[in-house]
Structures are given as structure tokens and as C-alpha cells.
């Protein structure tokens, strides 16, 4: 039962970041720019590089699917009977990959959000930190759930 609850979680969990990260841009379309600026100058703020939209929209979820798909074979190869810290590492990896990646899509979105050009775009620090924070909670978070899941059974 067990494993079908965790089965039904990642899957449940996958699909849920593959829709945000993926769905977010073509949600507000008609609100961004056709290039999207995906990475800033640190020390100025200003964006010095963008994407296509279609190419801003795709690859982090591009990304999350080969995440998960490497977690998944790394759980097949360990089996049945794997350490409980792998089992939380696996948590930890899934949550706060998945946290981390819809956060940096979102910091693109809200960025690039209401801008002609992708020059224009705000800069993501805030959101940025907020994503980066955001994430580390969820690993944390992830791997104590399965922790303390583990030592009461």
C-alpha cells in the first residue's frame, strides 16, 4: 500500500511542476514579449540574454521530465529494499527540484511580464532568493516527511 502512495505522489507531484512550469508562460501570452530575457548581468541587474518564447516555455520542463527520469531509474536500479536515506534524498530531490525550477519560471514570467522588449524586463533578484529559499525548505521538508514517516513504522 505503501508504495502505491508513494508511486501515485511522484506522479501526481511530476505532472503538477510539468503543468506550472510549462503552462505558466503560455497563460499570460499575450502579456510578454516574443524573446524572453532568461538571464541577467549580477552585477547591474539588466538582462544581457534571452530565449524564443517557445524556447523559455519548454525547457524547464523539459528539464523537470529529465529530472525525474533520472531519480526514477536511480530508484529502479536501487530496488525494493533501499536505505531510508535514499528513500528521503529521493523526496529531497523531487520537492525542492520541482519548487526550485516552477520558482526560476516564474521569476522569468513576472521579469519579462507587461514589456515590449526583453531588454526591458525587471530584474529577478527578489524572486529570485525567494525561489532559492523556497526550494531548500521543500528539500528539507521532503526528507524529514520521509524520516519521520519511516521511524514510526
Known amino acids: 500500500m505503501r508504495r502505491s502512495v508513494a508511486g501515485w505522489s ?5 505532472v503538477a511542476v510539468l503543468t506550472t512550469v510549462t503552462g505558466l508562460p503560455w497563460a499570460v501570452r499575450n502579456r510578454l514579449p516574443d524573446r524572453l530575457a532568461t538571464h541577467w548581468d549580477g552585477s547591474a541587474g539588466a ?19 529529465v529530472l525525474v527520469l533520472v531519480v526514477l531509474l536511480v530508484c529502479r536500479r536501487a530496488g525494493v529494499g533501499a536505505s531510508v536515506r535514499f528513500r528521503a534524498g529521493t523526496a529531497a530531490a523531487l520537492l ?11 521569476c522569468v514570467v513576472l521579469s519579462n511580464l507587461d514589456h515590449a522588449d526583453w531588454r526591458e524586463a525587471d530584474s529577478p533578484v527578489v524572486w529570485a532568493v525567494v525561489s532559492g529559499l523556497s526550494a531548500v525548505l521543500a528539500g528539507l521538508g521532503g526528507w524529514l516527511g520521509v524520516v519521520r514517516t519511516r521511524a514510526r513504522t
Not at 10 to 14: L, P, R, Y
Not at 47 to 65: E, I, R
Not at 96 to 106: P, T
Open 10 to 14: 511522484v506522479g501526481v507531484w511530476s
Open 47 to 65: 538582462p544581457d540574454d534571452s530565449m524564443p518564447f517557445w524556447a523559455a516555455a519548454l525547457l524547464p520542463g523539459l528539464m523537470w521530465a
Open 96 to 106: 525542492s527540484g520541482g519548487v526550485f525550477l516552477a520558482g526560476v519560471q516564474a
